[in-house]
């Protein structure tokens, strides 16, 4: 799974750049995006489609890693864009993004954000709760518009996941609950609305799914609604937005399965349930994130302080760590990892990875055989590409890294380091 391109020097290769000359020119911390794979993930998906002949629309998640550049790469590979805030819509449309491709998805969105969504001409709402409906009510009253909607449904299906990243299950922060009417309270009050097009119904498990058995589950229990839905308030889906989730590797141990997977698997759920229920085949909608740009992600750091405790552990530390990458703080999450300017060198011990905070618990590998480590090293830590930069924090004071993308033998600089004026730029000093 792991095998990494390098060069004659033993140095490892992102596209075709040497990354410890891109560590060198771009200094450390900082991530690089292999283009090339991000399209091919992208491509992956639409070709999945493609072969059911199916309607389709690909929405990357923005949050897994939103810059401008990264929205106008999704663009140039024809997918939709899943925003969850102001801020990621802000972005999109400073990247020129068609707004009618835009789907606005959380269980929070203000007043404001639904307002700025309305007037940017979004393509759709997924609408999570019934305040939410008021609120886009009453906006699309007042700005004389309408809109369409999906609504988020819980179907109470539990994605074999970290709990923290679970959204599926009956005891879920988001979307309309099946067993409890709230659901069909929700169709019926869209389809009353004049303003508000009930296109659809959207549903997401939850993240780093391994296993398609959950979508088809989740699948069969919709559609067992829909079919009472149907008879009972004339409704019909064009719609069925299956959310994301779909896994990725971070590790050898882990083997995700290929999007086409994914795809034939709610793709033909979709058909074999609208079918039982006579309804006409949606548009099947999915939103991944994480498996468009993870693996296409790599941090580097250089390595500077060392600590033995012998018998224990040996840690390394590097020149960033959880303000970069909290995943493995916040969900023990486990990467893997090398030495970019050594590769090819023999491993000969084991090392703890630490990052700079002043956290115990900022580590980023615990267990990471590398030849023996000398300061200067450049570490190089695979798959950060979703959730890496776009969960990354100003902790410690420390300046969020710089994003590079590399395509074949082009680089370039797509999000600047941050500085140190950047981070007091906002603070006031003390005048009273
Ligand atoms: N759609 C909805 C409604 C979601 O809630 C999510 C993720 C996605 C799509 C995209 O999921 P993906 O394909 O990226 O797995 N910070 C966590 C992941 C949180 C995911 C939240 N929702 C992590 O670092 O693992």
């Not at 008021?134 to 309408?146: G, N």
């Not at 409704?235 to 896994?247: L, R």
């Not at 000969?348 to 630490?354: D, G, N, Q, S």
């Not at 500085?419 to 730029?425: F, S």
Request: glycine letters at 8%.
């Amino acid at each position: 799974v792991m095998t990494k391109k390098r060069n004659e020097q033993g140095h490892l290769m992102i596209g075709d750049i040497d990354a410890v000359r891109l560590a060198e020119q771009y200094q450390t911390p900082m991530f690089a995006y292999d283009v090339n794979a991000i399209r091919n993930k992208a491509r992956a998906f639409k070709r999945a489609f493609e072969q059911t002949g199916i309607d389709y629309q690909v929405a990357y998640a923005s949050k897994a890693f939103s810059c401008i550049a990264m929205v106008q790469l999704v663009h140039e590979e024809g997918l939709s864009l899943d925003v969850v805030s102001g801020g990621e819509l802000y972005t999109a449309i400073q990247a020129g993004f068609p707004m009618e491709n835009v789907h606005f998805n959380g269980n929070n969105k203000s007043r404001q954000e639904i307002r700025e969504a309305l007037q940017a001409g979004i393509g759709c709402f997924v609408v999570d709760n019934f305040h939410e409906l008021e609120l886009l009510e009453e906006e699309c009253e007042r700005l004389q518009t309408q809109t369409n909607i999906l609504l988020r449904i819980t179907p109470g299906v539990e994605g074999t996941t970290h709990s923290y990243i679970s959204t599926g299950g009956e005891d879920s922060k988001f979307g309309f609950d099946l067993f409890n009417g709230q659901a069909e309270a929700a169709v019926e009050q869209s389809l009353a609305v004049s303003s508000i097009q009930l296109q659809g119904l959207h549903f997401h498990i939850g993240s780093q799914l391994f296993e398609t058995s959950v979508l088809t589950k989740a699948i069969a229990t919709l559609y067992r609604h829909i079919e009472h839905w149907h008879t009972l308030h004339g409704f019909i889906p064009e719609v069925i937005n299956a959310g994301g989730g779909f896994g990725i590797s971070y590790t050898r141990y882990d083997e995700p399965l290929e999007p086409e997977a994914f795809v034939e698997t709610i793709v033909h759920s979709i058909r074999e349930e609208s079918g039982r229920c006579h309804l006409p085949l949606p548009e099947v909608w999915i939103e991944p994130g994480r498996s468009i740009v993870g693996e296409a992600g790599t941090t580097l750091y250089t390595i500077g302080s060392q600590k033995e405790i012998e018998h224990v552990r040996h840690y390394v530390s590097v020149d960033g760590g959880m303000t970069d990458n909290i995943r493995p703080a916040l969900y023990g999450a486990r990467y893997e990892a090398e030495l970019a300017n050594r590769v090819t060198q023999q491993n000969e011990k084991m090392y703890a990875v630490a990052g700079k905070a002043c956290e115990s618990g900022d580590m980023l590998i615990y267990d990471l055989p590398l030849p023996t480590v000398k300061s200067g090293d450049i570490l190089a830590v695979f798959s950060t590409g979703a959730y890496g930069y776009a969960m990354a924090s100003n902790y410690n004071r420390l300046p969020r890294p710089p994003v590079v993308f590399v395509e074949n033998d082009e680089h370039q600089l797509v999000v600047e380091s941050e500085n140190y004026a950047d981070l007091v730029r906002n603070d006031r000093p003390l005048t009273m």
